[in-house]
């Protein structure tokens, strides 16, 4: 079982799709991650917004949609 998540003292990483005039931005937290196997996501802009809890294979599968033709 995942311990209980806390958005404010997690290591955030922001996609590297996002530009640096704060657009469209993704940020995840790989090191709650990769010990819990649920990917943290949020909106990078809303720090204090909500936090989306995916499965790595739902995360695996937004990563490849976002790489795909139909985003770019």
């Given at each position: 079982?995942a311990s209980?998540?806390?958005?404010?003292?997690?290591?955030?990483?922001?996609s590297t799709?996002?530009?640096?005039?704060?657009?469209?931005?993704?940020?995840?937290?790989?090191?709650?991650?990769?010990?819990?196997?649920?990917?943290?996501?949020?909106?990078?802009?809303?720090?204090?917004?909500?936090?989306?809890?995916?499965?790595?294979?739902?995360?695996?599968?937004?990563?490849?949609?976002?790489?795909?033709?139909?985003?770019?």
């Open positions: 079982m209980e998540f806390d958005p404010r003292i997690a290591v955030w990483v922001k799709h996002s530009g640096p005039d704060g657009g469209e931005c993704v940020e995840w937290a790989p090191s709650y991650a990769s010990v819990h196997g649920v990917v943290p996501v949020r909106d990078s802009k809303r720090s204090d917004g909500p936090v989306l809890m995916v499965s790595a294979a739902a995360f695996t599968g937004l990563v490849t949609i976002a790489r795909g033709p139909i985003c770019r």
